[in-house]
């Protein structure tokens, strides 16, 4: 594609979107009949702001996705805030919003993400007026990064990453990723891969700094929840499927039966990645004949107790806590794996399939020092956990390998901050002079 071609077709995009725009509330309502949007902050989504922005001062725009990439991104949150520079962060789903209203509530303001419709956008940046962009992973949206650039206001993407998919198709269209691509100022990558990437489809400035989420702290729980459950399970075998997809609750359902056969108190736990597909898998569940306890209805599992179903959100540390053993998901149904670094943070022998490839970086390194395995099928995973079950010093030299994995990677959150400095010392600078003439101005 031509830099004509390029151009042309962003053009497009600008006005099929302005064109879709007084079309777009009956979709954003179908989004709130099914719990995606905020009812009472929808607005937000069109860019209207929903509170003041805090003063004339420097302020950055942070953006997460979801909560994997919220998550991910905390303890850069909280180290930027620490220089006394203001935030508004926004994130595109309501389970991310109560994340970050309880892990960042006190130093950031939430707002959610505006649509990337050229109204929408520039409404929010009307409102706002950001000093600096940042953006976590891989979120590309086209009009935003075009609005940004177009008042100059240096773009980030940190722990960015690219899957092999979106760099298959970015590649098939060179010249429209490298005009998206040149409005970013620096891209801080997650590993040596993800960084050429990006320097292939035309980012300038590339930083590889590691991956955000070594430097995370260990998923919470309630402590009182977890003595609870531990003393209904008592002594039992207890394994762990978790951040499973569709198919993979079934598999874990088979895996259950085989072990169950050699080990008749066995407990699975099975921790859907989508909560809401409680009902979904707890059905499944009761026709392959096995008794189910949901967490999502406040059941606590008895000595008949098959499944404990973790059908709940922001629970992921009480549920890694009760198990030795965790299979990690979307790596045998589908593809790309989900993260494994808060198993491996929890005292876990991790278990995948093979198609982790969001987490290659990660899994090279658990497989590397011994703190991950891979599986093909049921009948491969049932053997695993039973030999792990039964070889208590086989899960323990596991479990160590997999600590020890995300020590040597940790690291990444100083290197972020360093690469960040040139864009956040202005920032602190003009904060300072501030601060210097409220006082001169007091006397």
Known sequence: MSDLLARAALTAYRFAGSLAYPMLGPYVGWRVSRGKEDKLRRRERYGFASVGRPGDGPLIWMHAASVGESAAVTPLVRAIAAEDIRIVMTTGTTTSAAMVEERLGDCVIHQYVPLDLKPSVSRFLDHWRPDVAIVAESEIWPMTMLELGRRRVPQILVNARLSDRSFSRWKSA??????????????????????????????????VAGNLKADTTPPPFEAGELSALRAAIGGRPVWAAVSTHAGEEEMAATVHQMVKARRPGILTIIVPRHAERGDEVAAMLAAAGLKVARRGRGEAPTQET????????????????????????????????????????????????????????????????????????????????ERLLGERDLRQKMITAADATVGEMRGALSRTMQALEPFLHPLKLSNSLERRERGLAGR
């Not at 998206?180 to 100022?185: D, V």
């Not at 090279?364 to 491969?380: K, P, V």
């Open 174 to 207: 060179p010249s429209l990723a490298e005009a998206l691509m040149e409005n970013l100022s620096h891209v801080v990558a997650q590993s040596e891969i993800d960084g050429e990437r990006y320097h292939l489809l035309g980012a300038r400035a590339v930083t």
């Open 306 to 385: 098959d499944v404990l179903l973790g059908d709940t959100m922001g629970e992921m540390g009480l549920y890694l806590r009760l198990t030795e053993i965790a299979f990690v998901g979307k790596s045998v149904s589908a593809q790309g794996g989900q993260n494994p670094l808060e198993a491996a943070m929890l005292g876990t022998a991790i278990l995948s399939g093979r198609y982790v490839q969001n987490f290659r970086d990660v899994y090279q390194r658990l497989l590397r020092n011994g703190g991950a395995r891979l599986i093909r099928d049921a009948e491969n995973l049932s053997g695993e956990v």
